[in-house]
């Protein structure tokens, strides 16, 4: 299992997260997965954020490449594609599983808080809701982690070895 990077963040990656995001990002403690221009593509948020509110999406996919290129995915059907797969498979099962507690190491690694304590995203441990939150997982923890955030991946358009950010208006 990677260890993400949880350490100082740059305030030029700030100024690039709140662009791709649209709205001045906060409570931000980390890049947990860049493009290959260098670009932020998953940012890591506090886990109770400065006004108390719990916030359990420890991985979330900023880059707006990505995002519509999940979101595409989507429409698409495979969030029920990839639940029926899961059904007719016990071991893709035990490795999603594992993705929600391994998810849920990385939040403890940073802080505990009640409210969210077995919650992690995307609809784990059992549930396939948001392929946008497994495939943050994925990026961040690389391949091996979650099975559905790698497939997601593999099956999206966008990547982050072919960088695309020119085209969101993001410099690089
Ligand atoms: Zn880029």
Redesign the pocket.
């Known amino acids: 299992m990677t260890t993400p990077p949880f350490a100082a963040v740059a305030e030029r990656d700030i100024q690039i997260v709140s662009a791709q995001l649209g709205r001045p990002a906060r409570n931000v403690i980390g890049i947990a997965a860049r ?5 932020p593509t998953v940012v890591s948020t506090k886990p109770r954020l400065a006004d108390g509110t719990p916030f359990p999406t420890l991985y979330y996919l900023c880059h707006p490449g990505a995002t519509a290129a999940i979101s595409t995915l989507e429409a698409n059907g495979v969030m029920a594609e990839f639940t029926d797969q899961m059904a007719s498979s016990p071991e893709l099962k035990q490795q999603y599983a594992a993705a929600h507690e391994a998810y849920l190491a990385d939040r403890e690694s940073v802080e505990h808080v009640d409210e969210i304590a077995h919650v992690t995203a995307g609809g784990m441990p059992e549930r396939i809701k948001c392929l946008h939150a497994l495939a943050g997982h994925s990026l961040a923890a690389g391949p091996g982690v979650n099975p559905f955030g790698d497939l997601a991946l593999e099956r999206a358009t966008w990547s982050p070895d072919v ?3 020119d085209d969101y208006l ?1 410099e ?1």
Do not use: A
């Open positions: 493009c290959v221009c260098g670009n960088c695309t950010c993001l690089s």
